[in-house]
């Protein structure tokens, strides 16, 4: 059955790797702040972009509240809220400016674009996913971003119990992958850079974290190890 | 206990409790609010609307100004509660302002600044929520959470600095603003009185507490939910978000 899919922060990443992966047998509306020219080659055929760049959450809301109407998606089977930035360095040198992007790109936008999905995921039966992080339990080089994915769980946890019977929620929590965002985030993990999970296993991982249902649910080395899939077993 | 408090949200509940407390020990008391607290001779009000980011960012240099300080609590905070999506997107951006990434700047700027003396004490108020979930509140408990994980996060690195970070984590006060939230029926006789849990946390900076959960009945509720997360959470739905009659923010 084809599904419609709504996936923000596709055009790199854990994102991408998703979009990626379902992309062949569902409808998929993703989001990115790059402008449609740079990122079409990184997107899958078939697949309708929206730049929505979620530093401005109000903005983005509408952008994309706008493109699924021109799409004529009434119902929204599933959305999975992937964007999400980072800034590496010690609590006193984050900025203002820093904080701002951080908490409204990872929470703020999250939780907007929430609220204004509930119609459209609840008039299909559909499922909401936020992807947090390992860090949510708290890291000292990434104090603001760590507040962010807690900020995250803490909502999924009440939103999920609010929405029972109405909505699923679910919150993945990806351990280290090898994405982009550290290099952004002016993170550099060094050798143990090299254990980081690809961003096409991370989603594999995710993708199955989200049939299962779970939340919520960490996606992370000892899921790799315990899936099998070092041993070639399809994840 | 002599020095310099910073106070935010320092005209009423907790916080109220708090300024008057500090001046009665003989501190001098810098609150932020937006309506005055009670005068007095070694109080200094800065008038600021810390939900809003412009009012913030024109504020900050009064308050660097104030400093610097020996005790930084961070208090100001409002909830929303009622059914997630009924709730305008305007109250969720001052509120997650208000509650999180006001105390952050702040926190992050004041270290930067050396707004802090050196064995400064530096409280987040949280909520108790970040321990049961918050069904009914999702934003609130989002921005509660986030205060404690970034409270957490940076306890090491403000350490090395001559600084200690002290969480706390109060169930239900006896304050006009949780009156407002709670659910029909509830019984008020039950929160704890803000001059007691501000006698708490004052007493906890004292003895050098990382984390204060003020009371009893809170310290229980908060094993609970670390043992039950999910029993926990949908009790709180039982018990708030389904006798819930309307929406307040």
């Known amino acids: 059955m084809t599904d419609r899919i709504l996936i923000t922060g596709a055009t790199s990443g854990i994102g991408n790797a998703l979009t990626k992966r379902i992309a062949h047998d569902n409808d998929v509306l993703v989001t990115g702040s790059r402008s449609a020219e740079l990122v079409s080659p990184d997107l899958p055929a078939g697949v309708r972009y929206v730049q929505a760049d979620q530093t401005r959450p109000e903005e983005a809301v509408d952008l994309i509240d706008g493109a699924l109407e021109s799409s004529g998606w009434s119902g929204l089977d599933l959305a999975v809220l992937n964007a999400g930035i980072g800034f590496a360095c010690e609590p006193h040198a984050e900025t203002p400016d820093t904080i701002h992007q951080t908490l409204d790109v990872n929470l703020m936008a999250s939780m907007l674009l929430a609220r204004s999905l509930s119609g459209r995921l609840e008039a299909a039966g559909g499922k909401l996913v936020l992807i947090g992080s390992v860090a949510h339990r708290g890291a000292s080089g990434f104090a603001t971003y760590a507040a962010s994915k807690a900020g995250l769980h803490g909502f999924a946890r009440a939103l999920r119990e609010e929405w029972r019977n109405r909505i699923r929620v679910q919150i993945i929590h990806p351990g280290p992958t090898a994405t982009p965002m550290h290099a952004r985030a002016g993170f550099d993990p060094g050798r143990i850079g090299r254990l980081f999970l690809k961003p096409e296993t991370m989603a594999a991982m995710v993708h199955r974290a989200i049939r299962a249902d779970k939340s919520p649910v960490t996606v992370s080395f000892g899921r790799y190890i315990l899936s099998g899939a070092f041993a070639g077993r399809r994840l | ?249």
């Not at chain 2, 206990?1 to 910073?6: D, E, K, N, S």
């Not at chain 2, 937006?34 to 980011?53: G, S």
């Not at chain 2, 305007?90 to 952050?104: A, D, G, K, S």
Request: aromatic residues 6%; charged residues 15%.
């Open chain 2, 1 to 249: 206990m002599t020095g310099t408090a910073l106070v935010t949200g320092g005209a009423s509940g907790l916080g109220q409790a708090l300024v008057r407390q500090l001046l009665a020990k003989d501190m001098h008391v810098v609150c932020v609010d937006l309506v005055p607290p009670d005068t007095h001779a070694n109080l200094i009000f800065i008038k600021c609307d810390l939900a809003d980011r412009r009012a913030v960012n024109i504020g900050w240099s009064a308050i660097l100004a104030a400093g610097p300080y020996d005790l930084v609590v961070l208090n100001a905070g409002v909830s929303a509660t009622g059914q997630f999506e009924s709730i305008p997107a305007e109250v969720y951006r001052r509120l997650i302002t208000l509650n999180t990434e006001t105390p952050i700047r702040m926190a992050s700027g004041l270290m930067r600044e050396a707004a802090l003396r050196s064995g400064a004490q530096l409280v987040f108020v949280s909520s108790l929520s970040h321990f049961t979930g918050y069904p009914g509140a999702a934003v609130y408990a989002a921005s509660k959470d986030a205060l404690a994980v970034y409270a957490k996060s940076i306890r090491a690195a403000f350490r090395n600095r001559g600084v200690s970070v002290i969480s706390m984590y109060p169930g239900p006060l006896r304050t006009p603003h949780a009156e407002r939230h709670a659910p029909a029926g509830a019984n008020a006789s039950r929160r704890m009185q803000p001059n007691e849990a501000a006698l708490i946390l004052l007493a906890g900076t004292i003895a050098g507490d990382k984390v204060i959960i003020p009371g009893i009945p809170a310290k229980l509720t908060a094993l609970a939910g670390r043992l039950f997360p999910a029993t926990v959470t949908r009790w709180m739905r039982r018990e708030i978000f389904q006798k819930l009659d309307r929406s307040v923010f």
